[in-house]
């Protein structure tokens, strides 16, 4: 049999843009490890393994660095040839009357637990010099995002910690590519209890499987950075030139709870 061209760790990836990262991996041939904090992960891996690949899935809170160290040693010192990190948490609604508990989970997974997770496997690739990393940010990160300010304040760090890390291994052998996602047709909005905004209950959001396969074939490209979609393309070339308090009363009016009727 021939040898594969490697392992991928996609997190996130029970469902939504990151089973379709995964589904990509497996089409390409790479093993895969995948996790999510949920116990679907395990059926994800069956339908991984039932497309000729090896995948193992580990049900793990990425937010924690008990979480990430869990994952981490599933690899038992197999070399990662891609690293998805696309584990992410939304929420919604005012700021103020969110649970701190809350705000910290979607920090501790967007933010914390990412920057641990590719700080351990990309020190490894950085070592055999080898390797592709692949952040989801998000066009949300390019603009205040009234009524889910602290969701979108993580992406925006995320965007940008992606371009300075890949400029820091621009002479290495090792790839940093964003894919940056508008609205998608997953179960984020329904987690983040934004079913009755506008941009929650919009029909016309983008399919995983579509956005997933940009962001792969960019990763695979060695690209900087992706945008998924035409309309997203103009939304975030418009959020480059408009004031930020504009950019601001517009996120509202999508995001605001009871705006699906409006």
């Known amino acids: 049999m021939a040898e594969g061209p490697g392992l991928a760790v996609v997190t996130g990836a029970s469902t939504g843009i990151g089973y379709e990262l995964a589904k990509c991996c497996a089409?390409?041939?790479?093993?895969?490890?995948?996790?999510?904090?949920?116990?679907?992960?395990?059926?994800?891996?069956?339908?991984?393994?039932?497309?000729?690949?090896?995948?193992?899935?580990?049900?793990?809170?990425?937010?924690?660095?008990?979480?990430?160290?869990?994952?981490?040693?599933?690899?038992?010192d197999r070399p990662v040839e891609l690293l998805l990190a696309n584990a992410g948490r939304g929420l919604g609604h005012a700021f103020f009357n969110q649970e701190v508990a809350d705000i910290r989970h979607v920090i501790d997974?967007?933010?914390?637990?990412?920057?641990?997770?590719?700080?351990?496997?990309?020190?490894?690739?950085?070592?055999?010099?080898?390797?592709?990393?692949?952040?989801?940010?998000?066009?949300?990160?390019?603009?205040?995002?009234?009524?889910?300010?602290?969701?979108?304040?993580?992406?925006?760090?995320?965007?940008?910690?992606?371009?300075?890390?890949?400029?820091?291994?621009?002479?290495?052998?090792?790839?940093?590519?964003?894919?940056?996602?508008?609205?998608t047709d997953t179960e984020f909005f329904e987690r983040a209890d934004m079913t009755d905004t506008k941009v929650g209950s919009d029909p016309d959001k983008m399919d995983p499987a579509?956005?997933?396969?940009?962001?792969?074939?960019?990763?695979?490209?060695?690209e900087a950075g992706v945008v998924a979609g035409f309309s997203n393309k103009i939304q975030a070339a418009m959020a480059h030139l408009m004031p930020s308090g504009m950019l601001a009363e517009q996120h509202r009016k999508m995001a605001e709870p009871g705006t699906a009727t409006d």
């Not at 059926?43 to 995948?55: H, I, L, P, S, W």
């Not at 579509?210 to 060695?222: E, L, N, P, Q």
Request: negative net charge; proline residues 3%; contains cysteine.
């Open 109 to 183: 997974t967007n933010v914390t637990g990412t920057l641990l997770l590719v700080h351990r496997i990309g020190r490894d690739m950085h070592l055999r010099n080898r390797g592709r990393i692949l952040f989801t940010g998000s066009i949300a990160g390019f603009m205040p995002g009234s009524y889910q300010a602290v969701y979108n304040a993580t992406k925006a760090f995320i965007d940008s910690f992606s371009w300075a890390l890949r400029n820091e291994l621009k002479d290495t052998g090792i790839t940093v590519t964003c894919l940056m996602p508008g609205p």
């Open 27 to 76: 089409e390409a041939g790479y093993d895969l490890i995948i996790a999510a904090d949920e116990p679907e992960i395990a059926g994800a891996a069956e339908d991984f393994r039932a497309m000729g690949v090896q995948a193992e899935g580990v049900e793990a809170d990425l937010s924690t660095a008990e979480g990430v160290e869990k994952l981490y040693v599933t690899l038992a």
């Open 210 to 222: 579509r956005v997933a396969r940009i962001g792969f074939d960019a990763m695979m490209k060695g």
